[in-house]
Each structure stands twice: as structure tokens, then as C-alpha cells.
């Protein structure tokens, strides 16, 4: 069973970068789908980007051109670069695994963007 660990959160200023992670416990490769997504207090849970096996990538709206996602089979981890950023992205963010039989979220990791 795959498990999920992200990490690389934490407190920025407005226009700065983080980089997230997603490990996983075992193989991607196989995985169709990897997605991030966030919530922020008081607001439903939103899809920000999503990565599939065939080498596909979606945004939301609100992210291109400023958030960047990433595989990597050979480590099995995804990544999500996040340049630009601004108040409106502090969130929890969380990774997520899917094929067609399941779906797997990590714990989430904090993203505050404040000066």
C-alpha cells in the first residue's frame, strides 16, 4: 500500500518560492495520476496541479504560469515548485495518489505566505 509523506512547507513572503515534496513509500511509476492540492481555512479543498503517468500536466487557474509540477519515477517523488507566491496560496497543502482502483492523500504540509 502506497504512502504518501510531503514536507518542504513552511512561512514566505509574498513573491517568494518553496519547493514541496511528495515521497513515496513505493513505486510511481505505475501510478496514473499525482495530484496537489490545497485548502485554505474555511474553503473546500482545490486541485493545483496534477501530473499523470503519460507525462501530462493541468493547473488550476489561479497557479499557471507561477507553480511547476514534477515526477520523478526513479525517486518516486513529485514535486511541486512554487514561485511568485502570494498571500491567497496559504493552504495545506496536500499530495495525492491515483489509479482506477484507488486513492491514497498524505498528511499535508503548511504553506503560509506573509510578510
Known amino acids: 500500500q502506497v504512502q504518501l509523506m510531503e514536507s518542504g512547507g513552511g512561512l514566505v513572503q509574498p513573491g517568494g518560492s518553496l519547493r514541496l515534496s511528495c515521497a513515496a513509500t513505493g513505486s510511481i511509476l505505475t501510478i496514473n495520476i499525482m495530484d496537489w492540492y490545497r485548502q485554505a481555512p474555511g474553503k473546500e479543498r482545490e486541485l493545483v496541479a496534477r501530473a499523470t503517468s503519460g507525462g501530462s500536466t493541468n493547473y488550476a487557474d489561479s497557479v499557471k504560469g507561477r507553480f511547476t509540477i514534477s515526477r520523478d519515477n526513479a525517486k518516486n517523488t513529485v514535486y511541486l515548485q512554487m514561485n511568485s507566491l502570494k498571500p491567497e496560496d496559504t493552504a495545506v497543502y496536500y499530495c495525492?495518489?491515483?489509479?482506477?482502483?484507488?486513492?491514497?492523500w498524505g498528511q499535508g504540509t503548511q504553506v503560509t505566505v506573509s510578510s
Open positions: 495525492a495518489a491515483e489509479t482506477a482502483l484507488w486513492r491514497r
